[in-house]
């Protein structure tokens, strides 16, 4: 059974720093793309940062380069989502996300059916 479980989120104070866990079973990270999304109350999923299977590259978003760092442990079957100087606005639900598809690099889209295999998430609150 394909399973991704979220952990490491909660409240945080404006400029300080969470690490998000994305442990998987069921699959190895050889594989597929692993992506990390947030959904804000009110807005759309966004793409965050996700991380290819061939190469090892990671890609950010605009709005959280140089602030987020996504790493992936292939022994331990996890990838980590390192946050630092979080902002009120990083404020969401964050989803680890697996995508299935042919292609080798990764995507911060959801569009064209990407990312099939999702978590349960885990909400990050940053507020004074």
């Known amino acids: 059974q394909l399973q991704l479980v979220e952990s490491g989120g909660g409240l945080v104070q404006p400029g300080g720093s969470l690490r998000l866990s994305c442990a998987v079973s069921g699959f190895t990270l050889d594989y597929p793309n692993i992506g990390w999304f947030r959904q804000a109350p009110g807005k759309e999923r966004e793409g965050v940062s996700c991380?290819?299977?061939?190469?090892?590259?990671?890609f950010y978003a605009d709005s959280v380069k140089d602030r987020f760092t996504l790493s992936r442990d292939n022994v331990k079957n996890t990838v980590y989502l390192r946050m630092d100087n979080l902002k009120p606005e990083d404020t969401a639900v964050y989803y680890c996300a697996a995508d299935w598809g042919p292609s080798p690099h990764c995507t911060l889209l959801l569009n064209n059916g990407h990312y099939q295999s999702w978590g349960q998430g885990t909400r990050v609150t940053v507020s004074s």
């Open positions: 991380i290819s299977r061939v190469g090892n590259a990671a």
